[in-house]
C-alpha cells in the first residue's frame, strides 16, 4: 500500500513536469510580446530591450525553460510581469477562493445527488424519480456560470438574501466565509451534483438486479437492510470514479462562476494573466489547477481500496 | 409425510407485449427430508415456480395458487415480512452461480453470520443501525452468531475455516464459494432447501462433490432438497422422485429409477435421448425446435408443435395426468392410462 501511494505521488510529479513543459512551450507558442503590451505601443526599443533583459525574456528559449523548471523544483514559479511581486503569493491569494467554491460545490452536489440518486432508484418510475430526474436534467443543461447569474438575480437581487459580490476569508469566520461562497459553490454543485445523482441512480439500479441482492433477500433481510448494507457500497464504486472525473468539471465551473460573483479567484487571475501575456502567473495557475486534479485522482484510487475490497494495491490484483 | 404442497400455482409476467404465463397451473409435493428434482430446459418455469412458493418473484410478475401448504401453514396467505422470517430459516435457496450470487464488499463471515442471526435467537440486534455498523467496521468476532459461521464453513468442509471466514467472496475458488453458500443456506436448518442448478456453473470435477455433500447434508439436517436443474445426470445422482417441466407444466412425475427406466411423455423420452450420460444408445438425438414464446400460447398440449407424436387433438383438448404405474403420472393424450390403485 506505502509502495501504491509512492509510486502514485511519483507519477503525479511526472504528469505535473509534463504539463509545465507543455504550458512553457504553448504558451510561448502564442504570437505577442508580452513586453510591448505591459509598456504600451509608444515604448522605446531600448526601454523594450532592458525590460526584457531584467526579466530574463532575452535569453534563448532553453536557457529560460531550464531556469523555471529550478525554480519550481523549489516551488518558485516566478515574477508577475504585468504585476511586479511573485506568482506564488498571487497563487496564495487567489486558490483559497476557487478551491473554497469548489469544495463547497462538492459538499453541496455530494450530498444533494447521493440521497436523490438513491430516493430516484428507489422509487423507480415514481413522482419522485421523474422529479429528481428534471431537476438533473435542469442541472445538466445549463452550464455552470448561468446558474450562477440565475441564482444572483433570484437570491441576491429579488429576494436579497444572500451576498452576490466578494470574498470574505475563512479567517473572518466560517458563517461570513461560507455565506459569501454558498451561491458560487450552488451554482458550480448543481451540474455536479446532477452529473453525480445520474450515475448513482443508474449504479444502484444495476446493483438491485445483482444476483447477490437476490441471495439477501432470499436469506430473509428486509428492504432498507438490503439497500444500505448490501447494495449502497457497491453502488458507490462507479459513483466514486465519475466523481473524480467530474472534479474537473468542478474546477472549470468555479473559474467561471467566480467571475460572475466579482471573486478574484483563480479564474479572475488565468483570464487577467493571458490578456496581458503574463507568462509566469498563467503557468502558474495551470500549474495549480493541474496539480488539484493530479490530487484528486490519488484520493479516488484510495478510495477504491476502502470501497472495493477486490482491490488491493500494492499487492496482487484480481 | 408431505413438507411442501403446492397446489395450483400460476405465476404470470404482465409485459407489454401481452402476459407471459411462465408457470400454468402447478401442483407441487415435497416430502419430508426427500429429495426432490425439478427438471426442464431454461425457459420451462421451474425457476419461476420455485421462486413463487418462497415469494421470490417481483414486480411485474403475479402469482395465484390454490393453496401453498408448508409444514401445515399457508405460504400463500403469509405477509411479506411473515414470509421473510421463513425465507433463509426454514425454507432455503441456493443460486447457480456462486461467483455473483454473494456479496463482492461482505466478509463471507459477515454474510453467514448475518443469516444466522435472522434465524436463529442469538441476543444480536439485526436492526438496521447494527447493520450498517457491522458492514462498516466489520463483524464482532466474539459473538454467537459469528462463532456459528465458523462452524457453518467447516460443516460445509471448507479447511481452515477460522481463516477464511474474515475472507472476502473473491479469494475463494468457485466450488468454495458455492459451499459458502450452502453453509449460509444451512444457518435457519432448513427444512427445506431450494438448490437452483447449484452444481451448474462449475467445474465438473467439482461439481461431482458439490451433489455429494448436498446429499449427506440433507441427511444428516433432515432437510428436504428440491433439486432445480436442467441437467438429468444431475438427477439421476441425487433424487428419490423427478418432476419433468415443459413451458410452464409439469408433464410427467416418477420415482426417479422409474422416469429412467420408462419414461412415458414424448418430452421425457426426447430429454432421456439427447442426454449423454442416461442414455444408452450412442446417438444423441436432440429434441427439434425450441422451448415457445410463453406469451399467449394458443395450443392445449404446449409440447404438440415440437411432439413427434401429436395429433390434432393435442391442439384442442389440454392433457390430464395419466396415471402410468405406481407413483408414476404423464400429461399426454396418446398415453393410455394403467390402472393402478394408487392416484
Ligand atoms: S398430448 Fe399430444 S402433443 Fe402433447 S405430448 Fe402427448 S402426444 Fe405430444
Known amino acids: 500500500m506505502k509502495a501504491y501511494i509512492a509510486k502514485r505521488i511519483a507519477y503525479g510529479i511526472f504528469v505535473m513536469w509534463l504539463v509545465a513543459t507543455v504550458v512553457f512551450f504553448g504558451l510561448r507558442a502564442i504570437p505577442g510580446d508580452p513586453v510591448r503590451t505591459m509598456l504600451g505601443p509608444e515604448a522605446t526599443d531600448d526601454a523594450v530591450q532592458s525590460l526584457r533583459a531584467e526579466l530574463g525574456l532575452d535569453q534563448p528559449m532553453h536557457v529560460q525553460y531550464i531556469d523555471w523548471m529550478t525554480d519550481l523544483a523549489m516551488f518558485e514559479f516566478g515574477r508577475s510581469i504585468t504585476k511586479g511581486g511573485p506568482v506564488s503569493s498571487l497563487l496564495a491569494d487567489a486558490a483559497p477562493m476557487t478551491l473554497s467554491i469548489g469544495l463547497i460545490g462538492l459538499v453541496f452536489g455530494m450530498s444533494i445527488a447521493i440521497p436523490a440518486g438513491i430516493l430516484s432508484a428507489t422509487r423507480k418510475y415514481e413522482v419522485e424519480d421523474y422529479a429528481a430526474t428534471f431537476i438533473s436534467f435542469m442541472g445538466l443543461s445549463m452550464p455552470a456560470f448561468f446558474i450562477g447569474i440565475l441564482l444572483a438575480v433570484v437570491f441576491g437581487v429579488w429576494i436579497d438574501l444572500l451576498p452576490i459580490f466578494g470574498y470574505v476569508s475563512i479567517t473572518e469566520g466560517f458563517f461570513p466565509w461560507l455565506e459569501s461562497l454558498l451561491l458560487p459553490g450552488i451554482a458550480v454543485g448543481l451540474p455536479y451534483g446532477a452529473i453525480v445523482m445520474r450515475m448513482m441512480r443508474s449504479s444502484l439500479l444495476e446493483v438491485m438486479n445483482e444476483p447477490y441482492m437476490k441471495t439477501a433477500r432470499a436469506k430473509g433481510v428486509n428492504g432498507r437492510v438490503r439497500l444500505y448494507k448490501h447494495a449502497a457500497q457497491n453502488a458507490l464504486i462507479p459513483v466514486v470514479t465519475i466523481a473524480g472525473i467530474q472534479t474537473a468539471l468542478l474546477l472549470a465551473g468555479s473559474v467561471t462562476v467566480e467571475i460572475v460573483f466579482g471573486i478574484q479567484g483563480l479564474g479572475q487571475l488565468l483570464v487577467d494573466s493571458i490578456l496581458d501575456k503574463d507568462y509566469p502567473v498563467t503557468q502558474g495557475v495551470i500549474l495549480v489547477v493541474a496539480g488539484i486534479l493530479v490530487f484528486t485522482n490519488i484520493v479516488v484510487d484510495l478510495l477504491y481500496t476502502v470501497l472495493d475490497p477486490r482491490i488491493r494495491y500494492g499487492g496482487e490484483q484480481t | ?343
Open chain 2, 1 to 343: 409425510m408431505s413438507l411442501l404442497t403446492v397446489k395450483g400455482l400460476t405465476t404470470e409476467f404482465h409485459t407489454r407485449r401481452g402476459v407471459v404465463t411462465a408457470v400454468d397451473d402447478v401442483d407441487l409435493t415435497v416430502n419430508r427430508g426427500e429429495l426432490v428434482g425439478l427438471v426442464g430446459e431454461s425457459g420451462s418455469g421451474k425457476t419461476v415456480l420455485a421462486e413463487s412458493v418462497v415469494g421470490l418473484v417481483e414486480e411485474p410478475g403475479v402469482v395465484t395458487a390454490d393453496s401453498i401448504v408448508f409444514d401445515g401453514q399457508r405460504l400463500d396467505q403469509l405477509t411479506e415480512s411473515e414470509m421473510r422470517t421463513l425465507r433463509g430459516g426454514k425454507i432455503a435457496m441456493v443460486f447457480q452461480d456462486p461467483m455473483t450470487s454473494l456479496n463482492p464488499t461482505i466478509s463471507t463471515g459477515e454474510q453467514i453470520a448475518e443469516a444466522v442471526r435472522l434465524h436463529n435467537d442469538t441476543g444480536e440486534s439485526i436492526s438496521l443501525p447494527a447493520e450498517l455498523k457491522r458492514k462498516i467496521f466489520g463483524a464482532a468476532k466474539d459473538t454467537e452468531s459469528w462463532r456459528r459461521a465458523i462452524e457453518l464453513l467447516e460443516e460445509v468442509g471448507i479447511p481452515e475455516p477460522s481463516v477464511r471466514v474474515t475472507e472476502y467472496p473473491h479469494e475463494f475458488s468457485g466450488g468454495m464459494r458455492q459451499r459458502v453458500m450452502i453453509s449460509m443456506a444451512l444457518a435457519g436448518e432448513p427444512d427445506l432447501l431450494i438448490a437452483d442448478e447449484p452444481t451448474t456453473a462449475l467445474d465438473v470435477t467439482v461439481q461431482a462433490q458439490i451433489l455429494e455433500d448436498l446429499k449427506s447434508l440433507s441427511q444428516e439436517f433432515d432437510t428436504a432438497i428440491l433439486m432445480i436443474t436442467h441437467d438429468l445426470a444431475v438427477v439421476a445422482e441425487t433424487c428419490d422422485r423427478v418432476n419433468v417441466m415443459y413451458a410452464g407444466n409439469i408433464i410427467e412425475r416418477a420415482p426417479a429409477d422409474e422416469l429412467f427406466a420408462n419414461p412415458q411423455h414424448p418430452y421425457t423420452q426426447g430429454l432421456l435421448a439427447s442426454t449423454p450420460r442416461a442414455n444408452k444408445r450412442r446417438k444423441l438425438d436432440p429434441i427439434p425446435g425450441n422451448v415457445p414464446d410463453l406469451t399467449n400460447i394458443s395450443y392445449a398440449c404446449h409440447f404438440a408443435p415440437r411432439c413427434p407424436e401429436s395429433t390434432a387433438e393435442c391442439y384442442d383438448v389440454e392433457p390430464e395426468f395419466r396415471s402410468m404405474g405406481p407413483d408414476h403420472v404423464a400429461a399426454c393424450l396418446q398415453r393410455d392410462p394403467e390402472v393402478s390403485d394408487r392416484e
